[in-house]
């Protein structure tokens, strides 16, 4: 596993503070933020999105947490465009 830099890190939230503005809202729920963030996480780093994830989606018990942890394991295996940062 290895972990963000601090650039990447740097540049994933101007990415999603980019796309907030650009979408012309005075008001953004924090539902909608919470969920660029998750999927900034989930590409950045699995430690941090499992960790954010659990918080943010309340899992009710292990058997949720445990299909979110397959979805991510799934997802990895599926080829990623790294040229661009998630948003």
Known sequence: HSFPTR???????DQIERDLIDSGEK???????????????????DIAY???????????DLD????E???LAEDKDRPVDSTRVPS
């Open 7 to 13: 650039r990447s890190s740097d540049l994933a939230v």
């Open 27 to 45: 008001e953004v729920p924090a539902t909608l933020v919470g969920e660029r963030v998750m999927r900034v996480l989930r590409k950045l780093d």
């Open 50 to 60: 499992v960790r954010f994830a659990s918080v943010y989606r309340s899992f009710r």
């Open 64 to 67: 949720e947490f445990r299909a």
């Open 69 to 71: 942890l397959e979805k």
